[in-house]
Structures are given as structure tokens and as C-alpha cells.
């Protein structure tokens, strides 16, 4: 059985959060079962709250109020703990950002956009300016800021084990200006290689299983698996082990009718050596025009 891994409360105010809950629940004598029974949930949700890695909703919060006889603190509080995890992260993201920095592995499915923790800078800023036209720079920025952050988990000791199948149409893409694309496609090939995660490309022409949005499959060292899935403007995190066997079986088959990692690496580089001669080439009338003003000024002289 693994240690038991207790929160760093001055991690965040959800770290705090968590922390204070655990205290509360161990001082009255009870376990996660114990507290969370007669309320809706599920004791992994209970215990993903205490490490600061989920949001308390609402009527939980009651529930452990009234079960701790804490004078409704945690409901009072809850909310707080939302917003302080949320700077820069859609609400529906949020539980998923913070549990991926304690994933055991991470599988995502993109069929539009390149998955958060493999963009550039650039790219980053070009999807969020897309998304959110009327935002201001610095609401822009803290998207952004957020999302450079997140890929932070690729430089600790032991990070995630990460795999991404991306549909073809994403290298296709001209969301940036060709130099930027090959910025982004070469940005991903030196992620793969330096932290050995893997890659797959999807080919447009082919039908597979996973024909609809982003879906992204994690596991735990001390927490049953999940799915996330994600549409436009929500997204739903589905814990019951059946329907999470049920993806992960359709992520399988995807895997399977994608190229093989080192044919989809080959592809990225293709598309990034594209990206740098489309580059190139449109250097080339400006260079001719500078040697053109050159030209006419030494006829001046």
C-alpha cells in the first residue's frame, strides 16, 4: 500500500483548503467513507479535494459542514478555493489542470488544437485572441501564462507519462504565420524527444472511433482512473469505471489506426521543414526589395 501522501498547505489556497478538511475529518474520527456517506459523491472525489486537486462543490460543502459541525465553513469557503485555482483556466479545466500534476499517465485525443501542454507561446496567444475576440491583453496574458505553466510538469523528476494522437489537420493548420508554425511543429519534436513521451498522427482521411472532440484519459498512483472530455464552452469529468473502461477501449482503437510514433514524427518534421521554406519564400520578396533600395541609392550618389 503506498505511503500516505499528506497535502502541502502552503502550496495554494485550494492546498490549504484541502489540508483544513483532512484536519477537521481525522479530529472528529472519521474516514473519507464516513464523511462522504449520505451525500452524492464518491470517496476518490473526497480525497482528490483534501490534496488540493478538486473543486469543492457546493453541496458537499454543506454536507461536511453539517457532518464536522464546522459552523459552515467549508461552504463559506468553497467558492474562494474555486477562483484561487482558476487564474487564466477555464472553470471546466480547472479540476483537470490541477490533477494532472499528480497523474501517473496522461492520454489525450486532439482533433483541433494542439494540446496544452505541447503549444508554444505564439500559438497559445493566437487560440486564446481566436476564442475570446472582446478579452483585454491581460486577460489574453493570464490564459496564456497559465497554459506555459502546465507544461512545467515536464521538468520534474518523474513527470506524467504523456501520449497525444493528434488528427493530421492540426499540423495542416495555418494558425500562425509559417515561421511560427515551424516554431510550434519543431517545438513539439524537441518535447517528445527530451521528455520521451509519444506521439501519434491521425491521417484526415481515415474513420476512426474518436470522431468528435478533445478527450483526454489519466490514472493515478492513488486514485481510481478518469475521463475528461471537452466541448466548446464546457467540459465533464466521468469517474464511473465502466464508462471509463468504455473510452479507454476507444482510445486503444485509435491508437492502433494511428501512424506509428515514428512515422508521425517524420510527418511533423515534414510539415515543420514545409513551414520553414513557406517562410523562406515570403523573406525573399522583401530581400529583393531591399536590394532594389540599395540598388537606387547607390545610383543617387
Avoid at 148 to 153: F, S
Avoid at 183 to 196: M, N, P, Q, S
Wanted: aromatic content about 6%; some cysteine.
Amino acid at each position: 500500500m503506498p505511503a500516505r501522501k499528506d497535502p502541502d498547505a502552503s502550496a495554494s489556497v485550494p492546498s490549504f483548503y484541502g489540508a483544513e478538511l483532512r484536519y477537521k475529518r481525522e479530529a472528529a474520527g472519521l474516514t473519507l467513507e464516513q464523511l462522504i456517506e449520505g451525500s452524492y459523491r464518491g470517496i476518490s472525489f473526497l480525497s482528490q479535494i483534501e490534496r488540493g486537486e478538486r473543486r469543492m462543490p457546493v453541496d458537499l460543502a454543506r454536507h461536511v459542514d453539517l457532518r464536522l459541525d464546522t459552523d459552515g465553513f467549508f461552504e463559506r469557503r468553497c467558492d474562494d478555493a474555486a477562483k484561487a485555482r482558476r487564474v487564466g483556466i477555464a472553470p471546466h479545466f480547472a479540476d483537470v489542470a490541477d490533477m494532472e500534476k499528480s497523474a501517473r499517465s496522461i492520454e489525450d485525443w486532439a482533433p483541433l488544437l494542439v494540446p496544452g501542454l505541447l503549444q508554444t507561446k505564439a500559438y497559445a496567444t493566437a487560440i486564446a485572441h481566436s476564442g475570446m475576440p472582446r478579452a483585454s491583453d491581460m486577460e489574453v496574458g493570464q490564459v496564456v501564462n497559465a497554459r506555459m505553466e502546465r507544461a512545467a510538469l515536464f521538468e520534474r523528476e518523474s513527470p506524467p507519462k504523456f501520449w497525444a494522437i493528434l488528427d493530421e489537420s492540426i499540423i495542416r493548420r495555418q494558425v500562425l504565420p509559417p515561421a511560427g508554425m515551424a516554431e510550434l511543429l519543431d517545438h513539439i519534436l524537441r518535447v517528445v524527444r527530451a521528455t520521451k513521451c509519444i506521439v501519434q498522427i491521425v491521417p484526415e482521411t481515415l474513420v476512426h472511433p474518436f470522431m468528435m472532440g478533445l478527450t483526454r484519459i489519466m490514472t493515478f498512483h492513488d486514485a481510481p482512473p478518469l475521463v475528461y472530455t471537452e466541448g466548446l464552452h464546457s467540459g465533464q469529468v466521468i469517474d464511473y469505471p465502466a464508462l471509463v473502461m468504455e473510452y479507454r477501449e476507444s482510445y486503444d482503437l485509435l491508437r492502433a489506426t494511428a501512424l506509428s510514433p515514428g512515422a508521425s514524427m517524420a510527418l511533423i518534421e515534414a510539415a515543420a521543414e514545409e513551414s520553414r521554406n513557406a517562410s523562406e519564400q515570403e523573406r525573399r520578396p522583401d530581400l529583393h526589395a531591399m536590394a532594389q533600395e540599395q540598388l537606387q541609392q547607390r545610383e543617387r550618389r
